[in-house]
Every structure is written in C-alpha cells, then in structure tokens.
C-alpha cells in the first residue's frame, strides 16, 4: 500500500515574485486549466503525485507563474494546463482586423472570459458562443492551447459590473 502525501496551501505569491526562480524549479508543479484555477478552493494532483488541497481566501483567480506556500513551507508552482479552445479570428473575405474588437466587446458583455493571442482571440468553448461569433462573420477554429484570460474579465463576476455614467438631457429654449 502505497501512502500519498497531503499538502495543504492558502497562501499565494504572485508571479512568484520575491521568490529565488531555483526553488520554485525545486517545487511541486499544479497544471491546472482555467475552470480550476478560478475556484477558491480545490484538490489536485502535483507533479510528484501528491494531492495539494488548495483554500485561498483571495478571490482572484490563480494565474500561471503564481506560487502557492504549503503549511509545511514548500512551494507549489502554477502552470496552465493545456485546454479545448476557440480561436476567433476576423474573415478575410468578409471584415477587417475591427470585427475583433467588437467581438471582444460583445464577449466582455456576455461574460465570457477571452485572452488575445496576436491577431485573434482565444475563448473557451461555448456552442452558442461560437454560432453568436460566426453569425458577426468571423472565423472560429477549435484549437488547444493554455488560456490565461485577460485579467479584468477574469475577476469575479461582482467586479466586473461597471455602469455607464447618467447622463440626463435637458430641453430648453435655444439662446441665440
């Protein structure tokens, strides 16, 4: 019978910064994808086969190249994890390089969470979103790549609510 370790993290260090890059190399790897690494608490298996549970009580999404600090003091790097995507890209024949900034508009709008890679989007896969982008004439592609969003969309949903200002139109007697 073989025993597995159970590693316990709940603090995080950013991009590892502060930390000397040969004992993150040391540590323990997670390659986790997106839908994971969003959560504030989950299990998952290390590079060495250990189980690392995972309680955060930052609700920012873990990014990859963050490190986690386990309770026993050994740190545990971020990686994104391989993922089915789509890659958006305009239609040549049909648009220009703009359709990608109203499709990233209308993805914004929709909550959906996006990262730009060079001249596309890359967008989690979403049946209805890929026939809303097709219908706006763009190019939609299945790939696989990491997805690292666009850090604004990836907040919780609470702070990404922002209202236009109020503007109110008043009506009067025009003055010559």
Known sequence: MVIQAVIKASKVVRQGKGLARPLIERGRKLELAWDIRRLPSFSAASSCGDTVHVSLSDERPLRGGDVLVAE????????????????????????????LARASFQLGKWGAAMS???????VERNPEIKVMLEKMHLRV???????????ELALPQRYVTVEPPRRRLILGPATH
Request: proline residues 4%.
């Open 141 to 151: 592609d299945a790939c696989v790549a990491a997805f690292e969003p666009v850090a």
């Open 72 to 99: 026993d003091g050994s740190l545990v790097s971020i990686l994104a994890a391989k993922q089915p995507l789509m890659r958006v890209s305009h239609c040549a024949e049909h648009g220009d390089v703009m359709d």
């Open 116 to 122: 730009i890679d060079g001249m596309s989007l890359l």
